[in-house]
DNA sequence: ATGTGC
């Protein structure tokens, strides 16, 4: 194997043996040699030998181990000859991220931060197993797997300007929701609204620092401005989906699929009818997801309203869970690509990226380049990535310590299970400004705002 | 991530 420094801070791995395009790999000296990392760069040279691939195999700096595919990758494949594979969505379709802003400023809300996370503690369901008290029909749930946050909207859980906001404005059209199991619908009807559990939260920040003066001002965003982020994806539903069709994969394509060197990479030709299937049932998984989002996002603008008679706008909402059909430039021609994107955000050239951090430090608001379009299909990474595996968290950290250690910073915190406390504490994750720094430095994106947490919601 | 595992 040899690794390339092309830049200080992309590193190129020539293809050998069965990689159909080279591997790269974003990230600084420090960490390219850590033993840490290895697993995941392994896991980036396996996808590198898939059919179809296009360019490269492309790691963010966040990249760590995931299921098939490394969490912080980006693979495109050609729409005719390459393929789809669960592996590398994600279990978790259309996890993302949104950035709802208020017009307060933190000096007018600090005394009632308990008061404010408790009220949406009390709102919204969270934690393992989180569900809401009714359940919708299936013909509901149809509705909402293939009208995304365009249901929600149209049900009162929105303001039509939020559609503006959203990725694909949170509608995506490849959904059938014929193509999602009775199971995975039966799952989520009563699963809108709620927030999860692990890395999953609802934070109140205040913006600490303005990068981009112009650019903030454009978006809306001032210094001490209070604003609220939502992390969700599509909860048991979207787990459902990807469960049932690695199992079909599994079931029925053992002939196309001998060749793959993990059995986790398990993937159908995309234009083939299984490749089909799973597409429409995830992107209806993805509207779930969008929906989900929009519903929480909604319910603490109402919250924002009751107490404070404020408005709140909806900045962006985004995913780093999803392979999405998009055209890209690749040496001058436009090529139709399915670009998978797992643990990774899209970074369109004026977009708003999202990067949440941990519960401890701080979340960036940034946004996509031109840059971005040619080294990477337009995407950027998507948080911190752990250091510590949950278990290893929870030999040596204890809640309390979490908890009072936040405290001393001015955060307040509401979770549901203590074991949730210690995996997601600060010390669990990388630090998210050497992630941000980086992916500035290689300019496929750029930072506008960043985000410190005083309020913080988890299951 | 997940009614937390084959």
């Not at 594979?85 to 978790?92: A, K, M, R, T």
């Not at 993302?96 to 008061?115: A, Q, S």
């Not at 999860?196 to 001002?217: L, M, P, R, T, W």
């Not at 995830?282 to 929009?294: D, K, S």
Request: some cysteine; aromatic content about 8%.
């Amino acid at each position: 194997m040899k690794i390339i420094r092309e830049s200080p801070y992309i590193w190129r791995i020539k293809k050998y043996d069965n990689m159909k395009v080279d591997a790269i790999i974003f990230t600084d000296s420090k960490t390219i040699n850590n033993s840490e990392y290895q697993e995941a760069i392994n896991q980036l040279i396996n996808v590198a030998t898939l059919p179809g691939i296009v360019k490269a195999a492309y790691a963010m700096p966040d990249i760590h181990w995931g299921y098939g595919f490394p969490i912080g990758g980006v693979a495109a494949f050609d729409k005719d000859e390459g393929i789809i594979s669960p592996g590398g969505v994600g279990f978790d379709i259309n996890c993302g991220v949104r950035v709802m802003i208020t017009p307060l400023n933190y000096k007018d809300i600090d005394i009632d931060i308990d008061k404010l996370i408790k009220e949406i503690y009390n709102e919204i369901p969270v934690g393992i197993g989180s569900r809401t008290k009714f359940k919708f029909s299936v013909k509901e749930m149809k509705n909402i797997i293939e009208n995304g946050a365009y249901w929600a909207v149209s049900n009162n859980y929105g303001i039509s300007e939020d559609l503006n906001n959203i990725e694909d404005s949170g509608k995506i059209i490849y959904a059938d929701s014929k193509k999602i199991s009775s199971e995975a619908i039966k799952r989520g009807s009563n699963e809108l609204g709620t927030l999860g559990s692990g890395n999953h939260f609802i934070e109140i920040q205040k913006v600490e620092k303005i990068y981009d003066k112009e650019k903030a001002k454009e978006w809306g965003l001032f210094e001490n401005q209070i604003v609220y982020t939502v992390h969700s994806g599509s909860r048991g539903l979207g787990h459902q989906v990807a469960t049932d069709y690695i199992k079909i994969f599994r079931d029925n394509l053992k002939e196309w699929n001998k060749k793959i060197p993990d059995k986790q990479l398990i993937n159908a030709p995309f234009n083939s009818q299984y490749g089909q299937d799973y597409f429409f049932a995830m992107n209806g998984a993805a509207n779930f997801a969008f929906a989900n989002r929009q519903v929480m996002g909604h319910q603490i603008r109402k919250i924002f309203k009751k107490i404070y008679n404020v408005n709140v706008k909806l900045l962006y909402d985004i995913t780093h869970n999803i392979a999405k059909l998009e055209k890209h430039n690749i040496n001058g021609k436009e090529m139709d690509l399915i670009v998978h994107r797992k643990g990774a955000t899209r970074a369109y050239e004026n977009q708003p990226v999202l990067i949440p951090g941990d519960m401890g430090t701080s979340s960036y608001i940034l946004i996509g380049t031109a840059k971005s379009m040619k080294l990477a299909f337009g995407s950027s990474a998507h948080g911190a990535g752990r250091v510590l595996g949950r278990r290893q968290a929870k030999r040596r950290l204890n809640s309390s310590a979490v908890i009072n250690e936040l405290k001393e910073k001015n955060i307040h915190l509401i979770a549901k299970s203590k074991s949730t406390i210690v995996e997601e504490a600060p010390e669990v994750y990388k630090n998210i400004e050497d992630i941000v720094n980086i992916i500035e430095k290689i300019g496929i994106s750029k930072k506008i705002a960043k985000l410190t947490p005083v309020g913080v919601v988890k299951g």
